[in-house]
């Protein structure tokens, strides 16, 4: 069974920092582009950034640059969201997800639309005083 867990979230202030965790299980997450996506609470999905299977090239979305950073542990078959600088317009329900795809980019309207792949229920981060 494919598998994605999200883990590392929790209660912040402003300001401070957390890493989420996207762990696979059943297959490798090497071999699959996976994407970072956020919910705040009444509002629609929000990219925040994503990772290539070849080379760990990554692109960030809105807000997401120049705070946060994606990368890959193969060892571990995770992949990492560091967050920085949060603020509360940060606060949501953070999600993984993916398809098997060997190459050296990812696109963020891709992996927002899949309609299959893999995908994870999400971690919640609050950030509030």
């Known amino acids: 069974q494919l598998q994605l867990v999200e883990s590392g979230g929790g209660l912040v202030q402003p300001g401070g920092s957390l890493t989420l965790a996207c762990v696979a299980s059943?297959?490798?997450?090497?071999?699959?582009?996976i994407g970072w996506f956020r919910q705040a609470p009444g509002k629609g999905r929000e990219g925040v950034g994503c990772?290539?299977?070849?080379?760990?090239?990554?692109r960030y979305e809105g807000s997401a640059k120049g705070r946060f950073t994606i990368s890959r542990d193969s060892a571990k078959n995770t992949v990492y969201l560091q967050m920085n600088l949060l603020t509360p317009e940060d606060t949501g329900r953070y999600f993984c997800g993916g398809e098997e795809s060997i190459g050296p980019a990812c696109y963020m309207d891709i992996l927002a639309g899949l309609t299959d792949g893999v995908w994870g229920q999400g971690t919640l981060v609050t950030v509030s005083s």
């Open positions: 990772i290539s299977s070849e080379g760990g090239n990554t």
């Open positions: 059943g297959f490798n997450l090497d071999e699959y582009v």
